[in-house]
């Protein structure tokens, strides 16, 4: 059977080499079909699949967002309202906050200055995310408190990038807009958090106006300025639910105790993901237009079963000679079906090739934004899984 099956596709390949036109025309038709759903769908692996490096257990982690009551929002906390849910909260084994954007900060420590992007932690931050460091240590608890040492973590990338990767980088002081800072840790390679935004440093809430001068102390007393972005851990057994109904419970304390600046507003807890609150309309958006694309495979497969079609009433006379000297139905059967996965497989190929050169291409041509970006748009097991599935759509089709 196996040798029969290998015989039939190298007769195969055989066939496409002997119409390179017909060949050429048709990979390059399921080519474009498959390469445009399949670059969509390596965005929407990037944005909703693919767990980001550094983070243990990613499927416990959750986005803990501030919602108005009558509006489908997930905004940001207070610094006060952050403090109450994270000593209120018992389905969640941590409470972490973070400002959402990293903030541009002047690098200086001898060197020609450097501007990076530093963000504004909680001290169980790195904890919560179970993220280890690549050297040194990570920030505590201990360090995110009034009178509390002047520590930052800075990023592998940027250890590499400005350091060289040197050992003594861990306990070296430099300057963050001409505040010194203690560097005590290495994030691990490629480390981002758990959102899109990508930062170069690390340092304690309480030390904010480090990183952003322009921060004032009622900044962690107001509970009207809102400017964390919250999140937590799930404790084993507990379900998105089940911490999202407690957390509810507490909005609605909150409201009690401080109903002029918590009036009307609750929490939500999500799933955690690289947009906040986000996700469903993101997968909307994806979802249409991958919809848009499945039209554009469909044309493909249209037009490639035309020529098919075209291509076996041509090859009549030789089918006719072949059953004539002894070759059975299903035999032919076989072949042609070997034959159309051949070229499908090829189509297929030249779809993840294409995928490669248009995500590339979606990243050269995206505008420059205010800060740093870490989406990485990459072939793997998923999008190839999506692309065999996606030809072997496109073979039933034909």
Known sequence: MFETAWQDVRYGFRLLRRSPMFTATAALSLAIGIGANTTIFSIASAVLLRPLPGLAEPDRLVDIGRTDAGRNNFDTSTYPNYRDVRARVTLLSDVYASRIEPQPVSLSDGKEAERIYGVPVSGNYFRALGTTAARGRLLTDDDDRAGGPAVAVISYELWQRRYAGAEDTVGRTVTFNNNPVTIVGIAPPRFQGTTVLRADTWVPLTLASIVSPRFGAEMYTNRRITWLVMGGRLKPGVTVSQANAELQAIGAALEKEYPVEN????????????????????????GVLLGIVAL????????????????????GRE?????????????????????????????????????????????????????????????????????????????VLC
């Open 296 to 315: 554009v495979l469909l044309a493909a497969c249209v037009n490639l079963a035309g020529m098919l079609l075209a291509r076996a009433t041509s090859r």
């Open 263 to 286: 009036r009307a507003r609750s929490y939500k807890v999500l799933d955690s993901a690289l947009i906040p609150g986000q996700t469903s309309n993101v997968a909307g958006f994806l």
């Open 319 to 395: 089918i006719a000679v072949r059953m004539a000297i002894g070759a059975d139905r299903g035999r032919l059967v076989r072949q042609l079906i070997t034959e159309t996965v051949v070229l499908f497989a090829a189509g297929g190929g030249l779809g993840l090739l294409l995928t490669q050169w248009l995500t590339s291409l979606l990243l050269s041509v995206l505008p420059a934004l205010p800060v740093p970006i870490g989406i990485d748009f990459v072939v793997d097991w998923r999008v190839m899984l999506f692309a065999a599935v996606v030809s072997l759509v496109a073979a």
